[in-house]
């Protein structure tokens, strides 16, 4: 039976664009570039994989004749962003082509079959729990800037540990991120019921999985979640999501926090120090980012050099009485650290030029960042 | 004659030495069979029966996702850019050029050719990876190797590890190393110049060679297309063309005083080359490229702990051998030779330079875990920094001195 369906344009546009990144991934099979579209009962669903993160959600239209189509995923999404009528009627004709029609503009789009789609993966209705949104915006931003890219190659570096812990005091979740050179670590006391959660001993989420779980939340004030040993689940009434975990082992960041001593602490107002940064970078090289952090008697003096522009200076008054130090850093992994930050001030433990220094605010409960100095 | 350990110790004693006083300098080699060492003065190498061979890897890069990938073979495979972006096809199988796909055709049009063609992006450390273990079976013939690109060499074969002076025997040999070894085809051209070998290599592609010898250049030259020399591209075969030049024994009317006037310093080369001369060398960078050590080990090993310690020590000697040449390195290659003489390498290009045992025992583990040590007994352990330079002011940024639990699945 030929597809004929018209839908609502806000609601299509906003179901397309939750699907973009998905179906735009770069280097897969054709197929997957394409959206699948299946008109069925009171509305349609619609589908995009790229076989590591799959969306399925639902969006209300009048059916005319149920069907299920694939349509280029960038394309249908422009064609309904771009019409300026309230709603599209899409209408299958022969051979995977449709007709779309918006307001008074007609497009011949051609689509594909949809059996060579893959089957969206099968998951346990049980388990699942249910978690503000917020929780997770919250854990996600605080920890996805320093997931290590593709390119890095220690250990399984390019993922988020993702933990479960009962404490005396409540039930945390906690993600955890690294690229090597900075370690970021985020925890939050939760009301949903943790038990529940079928966390593997290591449970790592790949970065695209943290992009898209964020989008999810982003538009959601609650929402179930649910892990299973090789993917987790999340999922409103409307939308679910299925994201394949990745496996191996995270280093033991632990011992890293532990082995930092608390003691040497520098105390730095967030914002000036992050405006201080900024200015700072403006002459910093390019690939590393190199400052030189100086700091000696409740006064930081930063500076930068660039072979081709010259150099900068900026000084800070901080609350500082240990011994003088001089180190190297990158500024951007200082700088996306203090952006996540709320507090007023900063306590930075800096022990010496070559160990782990360790950022943390009374403000901002449960995170910890670490960043390793450069050797200047 | 096969086995590999065989032709190592042998192949320690290939060198060159440096030029003498009287320019006269020697290329040794010794052989596999009587372990003589023989001497060749060096001038015997620019001569016209020298026997160089040019292989060439098969669809290199998109075979390789073949090997990786089984559910990518006998399909039309796309390395390279998305269909979507404005990015060209890197390489592509032999079952998408039946569609008309070649490299460096736009991957849009290629995805209109063949729509169900599969498109994936390079994976160029998994590529040079597989390039190191060629450069490895190449090394056991001669050290006389001039790399033109991941998957491409020139290899001088006039003398050789194993005294053998049929040269097409020896590519063959070569051709069927490298299938056994990494269970790719390559083509080969063999003849008495770089410029005919390379030239020949591209007659019997994919898994083919070709051998023009010397009593048939000329004749081979004379019928040779312009467009396939050595220095014409596209500008000069239109000139060429222009004077009436279509082939090889058209260009050979022309005087080299005549070429000279059409086409200034090439056309001396131009009136060499349609002659079968091409006195270039095949010239080995003697550049040092890696830093490595490697251990057979007393009896085939199974358990982790022992394969552990071992690691460790090489990466001490590496280290220390970095240091003592104020190097550091990008690329860390770890080798296994397992108990039946099947080896692997794996290896890692970083974005912070090793330099100490540490920074090596960190990224060690995930190309161990890539190996199947542990599961099989290994015989031999190496390892390599590679993508070196020289350490200088350049800052560096440290890493998270992060330990392992050196558990059995890591």
Known sequence: ?376 | MDDPLLIAPCNALVNHTKPQPFELSFYTSSCQSCKKLYLYPSFCLMHSNRKIVHIDMDAFFASVEQLDDPTLRGKPLIVGGSPDSRGVVAACSYEARKFGIHSAMSAAKAARLCPHAIFTRPRMSRYREVSAQIMEIFHEYTDLIEPLSVDEAFLDLTVNTFCEPSASILANKIRRDIFSRTGLTASAGVSCNKFLAKVATDINKPNGITVIPPHLVLDFLGRLPIGKFYGVGSATEKKMERIGVKNGSDLRRFTREELVFHFGKSGKFFFDICRGEDPRPVESSSVRKSIGSETTLSEDILEMEIIHQILEQQADSVAHSLARRNFGGYTLTLKVRYHDFTTITRSATMKSPLFSSEDIMLCLPRLLAATEAGQRKVRLLGITVSTLFTKNTTPIQLRLPFTMEYTDNW
């Open chain 1, 1 to 376: 039976m030929p597809l004929q369906c018209t839908v609502a344009k806000n609601a299509f546009l906003d179901g397309l664009n939750s699907l973009q990144n998905i179906t735009n991934k770069k280097g897969t099979m054709a197929i997957l570039s394409n959206v699948l579209i299946e008109a069925q009962g009171n509305g349609l669903v619609l589908t995009g994989t790229d076989l590591e993160v799959g969306l399925r959600l639902f969006v209300p239209a009048d059916i005319a004749s149920s069907g299920n189509i694939t349509l280029p995923s960038k394309k249908i999404f422009e064609i309904v962003r771009e019409s300026g009528s309230e709603s599209v009627t899409i209408e299958e004709t022969e051979n995977s082509w449709v007709v779309i029609t918006a307001g008074h503009s007609t497009y011949n789009l051609a689509g594909m079959a949809n059996d060579e789609y893959p089957e969206f993966p099968e998951y346990e209705d049980d388990n699942f729990v249910s978690f503000e949104s917020h929780i997770f915006l919250d854990l996600i931003d605080k920890v996805i800037f320093s997931i290590a890219s593709e390119q890095e190659n220690i250990y399984s570096l390019t993922s988020v540990l993702f933990e479960k812990e009962k404490k005396e005091d409540g039930n945390y979740l906690r993600m955890i991120s690294s690229d090597g050179h900075r370690l970021s670590i985020m925890e939050k006391d939760v009301a949903g019921e943790i038990d529940n959660l079928r966390l593997n001993p290591v449970t790592l989420i790949p970065k695209k999985g943290i992009q898209e779980w964020k989008k999810f939340c982003e538009s959601r004030d609650s929402v179930e979640i649910s892990f299973e040993e090789k993917q987790m689940v999340v999922r409103d009434n409307q939308a679910v999501m299925v994201i394949r975990l990745k496996q191996g082992e995270f280093p033991q960041y632990r011992a890293i926090v532990n082995a930092v001593q608390l003691e040497n602490c520098a105390r730095i107002n967030r914002i000036p120090f992050l405006e201080s940064l900024k200015r700072i970078n403006l002459f910093t090289e390019d690939i590393f980012h190199t400052i030189q952090l100086k700091i000696d008697n409740d006064k930081m003096t930063l500076t930068s050099q660039n072979a081709d522009l010259g150099n900068a200076k900026d000084v800070q008054p901080i609350e500082y009485t240990g011994t003088p130090l001089t180190l190297g850093f990158n500024c951007r992994y200082f700088l996306e650290t203090l952006q996540v930050m709320e507090c007023e001030t900063v306590e930075a433990y800096i022990n010496s030029n070559n160990s782990p220094c360790l950022i943390q605010s009374d403000v901002d409960k449960g995170f910890i960042s670490i960043i390793m100095p450069m050797q200047l």
